[in-house]
């Protein structure tokens, strides 16, 4: 049997889950498979990155793994880190309006409403915006169609306070984008399946949702619903990068990937061509559709947008802090005049990532609307980010060190129709170029369970087609 070659182009986390599992793949079955992954920088891991310093842990990208998707935890303890996986603490969220921090209504789901007295309760919405928000349960169900605006989706249902002054910061916090321009059937399918079945969305969110397991209280924090390593979740990079150790090239990009009569030629950036029998793509729509540009089915990439965000760790003793706040952080709300997007309280969300006596704040600049300051100078940066903390911490101290992170680029945008947009590249894909497969974040998942579960699939794929 001769030998198959695969190429992996991209080193994140979704190239190297393709490649961890299709080498494990390979050696339980005995199979014929030659894998290389190819990296562009000269690390691996992508986005995921920490920061030792000073006794602090700090992520330059993500900070967790949402629990309640599995292929994070089973790829932890595959990698034998189980031992250091730690729970975030469930401490109060809070949005910011109007200069004022409201406490996030208990019982909301992604903002949505599944408790009533805490929503009419709550100082985020006037009389007016809670009344119109009831509406969700006498308006009829939507009209079918195949795609819509998150924006449009819930401000139909819920009204524009409720999604301006809670369900945008939520998810403008986790997607960098403009909630009128994402869309619903990429992101939160599930909401739209439940206005069908159910007419309103609080009563199919009540009916839907798993009811919390009823545990004896103990003392101490509550345990939240995300994970991370107590050594940072750039340990996942280096054990997997351990294992794959010989098959991964760094510093060199992929220019080209062309059909032959035999399979694929893959033209790197030094000049020299590699034969495969198959490929996996994990890098952003822009260099996928640039390295299959020859085939036009690619070109709807190139409309596709992508943001950048800018992550500002600042590290204080906890006294620089004169007005302290129970919780994990904030969201702003974007008709604020903040030109931060959310602030994590990091010492408090994982305690265990801060020395004794000191407070670690994560803040995030580059609303869709501000890319500009993306590009801003550290020391701008910094002065943005301190005059918008002074106004609800009240810190007047600078900072003992701080750590900036540009990520250019690197929020790609579910516009509507990307769902359908996917299933054509894929349908043409598997027409024009068998054996070649797209996986990553700009495809159908940002998050790190995501990416997993796309890298995945793209080997067992390859396994099939080979």
Known sequence: MDKKKVIIVGGGITGLSAAYYLQKEAQEKALPIEIKLIEASNRVGGVIETVKKDGFVIEKGPDSIIARKKSGLNLIEELGLKDKVISNTAGKSFILVDGKLHTMPEGSFMGIPTKVTPFAFSGLFSPLGKLRAAGDFVLPKGKPQSDQSLGKFFRRRLGNEVVENLIEPLLAGIYAGDIDNLSLMSLFPNFYQMEQDYRSLVLGLKKTMPEPPKTAKKPGAKKGMFISLSTGLEEIVVQLEKRLEGSIMKGTAVDKVKKTADGYEVTLSNGTVEKADSVIITTDHFHAQRMLAEYSFMDSFKQMPSTSVANVAIAFPKSAIKQDIDGSGFVVSRNS??????????????????????????????????????????????????????????????????????????????????????????????????????????????????????GIGAMKKVLDFL
């Not at 990532?353 to 801003?376: F, H, I, W």
């Not at 918008?388 to 250019?408: A, G, Y």
């Not at 894909?429 to 974040?441: C, N």
Request: proline content about 6%; charged content about 30%.
């Open 337 to 454: 005049d903040y030109r931060i997007t959310a602030c994590t309280w990091t010492h408090k969300k994982w305690p265990g990532s801060t020395p004794e006596g000191m407070a670690l704040l994560r803040c995030y600049v580059g609303k869709p609307k501000d890319q500009e300051a993306v590009n801003l100078s550290d020391e701008e940066i910094i002065k943005i980010v301190l005059k918008d903390l002074n106004k609800t911490m009240d810190i007047t101290e600078k900072p003992l060190f701080h750590v900036v992170t540009r990520w250019k680029k690197s929020m790609p945008q579910y516009t509507v129709g990307h769902k359908e947009r996917m299933k054509t590249v894929k349908e043409s894909l598997s027409e024009e170029l068998p054996g070649v497969f797209l996986a990553g974040g700009s495809f159908e998942g940002v998050g790190i369970p995501d990416c997993i579960d796309q």
